[in-house]
């Protein structure tokens, strides 16, 4: 490295001497006639003082030349700047302190001779172009160089490269400066990693409040949010829809417009953080009031404080409720249904052995009574009475087991005489009934007594709708081609011919919300105590086993008309009139019956009938006794008649006994209510037949004598 000199030139010649040398050079030679000795001396004497002016010009000249490189050298080494003066070979000339700080920190690290040994390889392309742009610019400029300096080490700095005048050499001269750009760079980084940290941010944020504004408008809940001033800021569409208000008109609006309350609550509470409010009212748009359930929560936040408001409609969740309850209501009122059907059940299963005595003891007061008697008429309207009381009773029981109604084709006029007799007993003096039936109403298929008691509800309901004033009951039977839709069709309802049954009043008649609801189970327009809103329920349900409708008609004030459609049979009714009984033509031949029931009764009855039919006949009311008597003796019976249903014994446990006794045995089973289960069980454990109670007498034995001389298999009703 060389210490840092300047030459120093030499300075020109004065003018005035120039001048004077020259008119010198044309002095004479002494001994010449223009050559004068006095002359000369003052010529060198003047020339002489112009010498020293001169000299006195250098030595100043000479002085400020030093003083102006010794700064040049103190700003040269004290710069806080790597500089260098190199010449186009890279060579260094001079440098500063800084610039070895930089390129050689410690002693034994290489001199620093040449410039470009120092720049990394990726770079040294770059600096040699720079130096080339700024011998022919006179300066270039090249940003993030990395230089190698040291042992291995690296830094990144700018090189700044100027030209200089260059009289004594060849060579073209640069002065390098060389700005460590580490801390800058360091300081650049860290900001570009913010700059990116803050633009993920600003782009997370976005994302948030694009979540959020998705989160908002996909809330099942209302959601509301308003300014300091109450005015309304977000609407979401579910709280649009709730409020009847699009977002775009509720946008600005006071919430006391939708949330009155809110607003009451807000300006008597100091909200802090958040408040639950409950079930409050609110108002749509159209100022309908709707129901609803509200929280509200605050925020603060330096453009302004939010509060938001999550409103929930509960018009659901009410009619759910009132559903709910209303279903409740009606399991309970099916429970107790459910327990008077179980009752009516026991009490109609032993009330078949009390018609059962009945009936028979009548056909035995007619055998004995003879054929011209008096007694014959009453014995006849017993014997009617008793028939119908067995059907109520078989119609009890399928109510109380839910099963369905055995349908035969029969005439609907002999249903409606019947119905009009019984009620015309009890009918009020004030209520005219006027009866019309069309002629030729062909046959439908229907249980006659759930069309009577269709009837006897339809009729009773027209009566009390009558009250105290007059008025009239209309029935009428007609038949027509019926006009359904299909959605009667997919509940079962046929099309073509159908036969109807209508009822007409001139009561008080019903409104609309009240026909909607007339066929729902216990609904009633009733006072307490006096309906239980089965009747026209019941109606429903009859006609819809049978594969017909019901419709009503009804205007308030006056009155309202109830039609059941039938359809019709394909083939001819069974008459419904009680026909002439003739005199059974049955008779035994000492034929051995074992009769077990418990009812005694219904043992002595038998007992009676069969023995006049000459059967011997052995009656039982402990199926244990009669067990232990068939054990004994098993040989002397020839036929064995129990009871399905006994207390603490199962009727089909003595036919399995009998079976293992005697196998042979011909068994019928007396129930009264065969269900398809009872019938199944029973045939199979190998019972011959299975017998309809309550029966009379001629078909008690006529089915005994068909088992006795083997033709039962099945059911007999």
Known sequence: MRSLSRPKPTPPPNPGVRRRLRRNERQPEPGSPAFSAPQMVRDLRKYQAELEIQNQALRYSQAAAEGASERFLTLFSSVPLALMVVDENSLVLESNAMALRLFRPLEYDPPLNFLLPFVSEGHATRVADAFVTAAEQATCETSEVVFCCGSG??????????????????????????????????????????????????????????????????????IIC??????????????????????????????????????????????????????????????????????????????????????????????????????????????????????????????????????????????????????????????????????????????????????????????????????????????????????????????????????????????????????TVSIELTHTLGKHTDSDVDRGVTRGLHVQLSVRDTGSGMDAPTIERVFEPFFTTKPVGQGTGLGLAVVHGIMRTHEGTVDVQSTPGLGSMFTLNFPHADHDAVPAAAEIRQASVVQGHGQRVMYVDDDEALVFLVDRALSRKGFAVSTFTDPHEAAAVLRERPLDFDLLVTDYNMPGYCGVDLLREARQIRPDLPVALASGYVTAEIEQSALAEGARALIHKPNDVDELCDTVLRLLNGDGNGTNA
């Open 153 to 222: 080490g690296i830094f990144t700095g700018d090189l700044h490269i100027a030209r200089i005048e260059n009289l004594q050499d060849e060579l073209a001269h640069f002065i390098c400066a060389i700005i460590d750009q580490g801390p800058l760079l360091t300081e650049r980084r860290a900001l570009r990693e913010s700059a990116a940290a803050l633009r993920d941010r600003n782009e997370e944020l976005q994302l948030s409040k694009n979540r959020l504004a998705a989160i908002i408008n996909a809330s099942l809940d209302a």
């Open 226 to 471: 308003v300014d300091r001033d109450q005015r309304i800021t977000i609407f979401n569409p579910t709280a649009a829809d709730l409020f009847e208000c699009p977002s775009a008109q509720a946008l600005g609006s006071e919430l006391g417009r939708f949330l009155p309350a809110a607003v009451d609550f807000l300006s008597d509470n100091h909200l802090t953080t958040h408040a639950q409010l409950g079930e409050i009212t609110g108002l749509t748009a159209d100022g309908k009031l709707v129901a609803i359930e509200v929280s509200m929560s605050f925020e603060h936040h330096p453009d302004g404080d939010t509060t938001t408001v999550f409103a929930r409609d509960l018009s659901a969740r009410k009619k759910i409720e009132a559903h709910r309850n209303t279903l409740e209501s009606q399991l309970r009122e099916s429970h107790k249904m459910q327990a008077v059907g179980t009752m009516a059940g026991g009490i109609a299963h032993d009330f078949n052995n009390i018609i059962g005595a009945i009936l028979g003891n009548v056909a035995l007061a007619q055998q004995d009574a003879g054929q011209d008697s008096p007694a014959l008429i009453s014995l006849a309207e017993i014997d009617k009475a008793g028939r119908r009381a067995r059907d109520l009773v078989r119609q009890i029981l399928a109510f109380s087991r839910n099963e369905s109604p055995a349908r035969v084709a029969l005439q609907l006029a002999d249903v409606v005489h019947e119905t009009v007799r019984l009620l015309k007993v009890t009918l009020p003096p004030t209520v005219e009934m006027v009866v019309h039936i069309s002629e030729k109403t062909p046959a439908v298929l229907a249980d006659a007594t759930q069309v009577e008691q269709a009837l006897l509800n339809l009729c009773t309901n027209a009566i009390q709708a009558l009250g105290s004033q007059r008025g």
